[in-house]
Antibody
């Protein structure tokens, strides 16, 4: 059974940093691209970033480029999202999802809430 | 940047057919994927690559894509189909989601 478990969310002040993690199990992590998708309260889905299976290719939404960094540790079956210079409009539930670049999102985690507020 | 347009809401009578559209410039040339999201839950893939159902998704869910419009069709709508539905494509190295459609089953 595929499992994606996010962690690392919480309350952070504007301008602060946070690192999200996503622990994957139940599939061959090293052969799948992975992504982060977020959803602000009461709003729709917004793609954040995608990384290829090897980690050699990364993609970012314009809204987070230069502030967020996606990475992965294939030895630990874990996906990360380093978020810097956080703003109030980054407040959202952040979902980890399995998805190869150019394709769809097969499996999703349950999400972790990030709140940016003073 | 590429945009996907969905109606904010669609209503369907119990047992009837619901159609949710997703509009985009020449979307027929892209692979369109659809997700269902119920309140408080993570999204679930219901259609991938225009018209393919993942395992476990009922045959009542189908998709089509041509020209400037992709369509998710839900036949014999059930109360449990009430949810938000999102279309998604990749364009120029980025992922684009539609704004979402709230399906109400009357």
């Amino acid at each position: 059974e595929v499992q994606l478990v996010e962690s690392g969310g919480g309350l952070v002040q504007p301008g602060g940093s946070l690192r999200l993690s996503c622990a994957a199990s139940g599939f061959t992590f090293t052969t799948y691209g992975m992504s982060w998708v977020r959803q602000a309260p009461g709003k729709g889905l917004e793609w954040v970033s995608t990384i290829s299976d090897s980690g050699g290719s990364t993609y970012y939404a314009v809204s987070v480029k230069g502030r967020f960094t996606i990475s992965r540790d294939n030895s630990k079956n874990t996906l990360y999202l380093q978020m810097n210079s956080l703003r109030a409009d980054d407040t959202a539930v952040y979902y980890c999802a399995e998805g190869t670049p150019g394709s769809y999102f097969d499996y999703w985690g349950q999400g972790t809430l990030v709140t940016v507020s003073s | 940047s590429y945009e996907l347009t969905q109606p904010l809401s669609v209503s369907v009578a119990l047992g009837q057919t619901a159609r949710i559209t997703c509009g985009g410039n020449n979307i027929g040339s892209k692979n369109v994927h659809w997700y269902q999201q119920k309140p408080g839950q993570a999204p679930v893939l219901v259609i991938y690559s225009d018209n393919n159902r993942p395992s476990g998704i009922p045959e009542r869910f189908s998709g089509s894509n041509s020209g400037n419009t992709a369509t998710l069709t839900i036949s014999r709508a059930q109360a449990g189909d009430e949810a938000d539905y999102y279309c998604q494509v990749w364009d120029s190295g980025t992922v684009v989601f539609g704004g979402g459609t709230k399906l109400t089953v009357l």
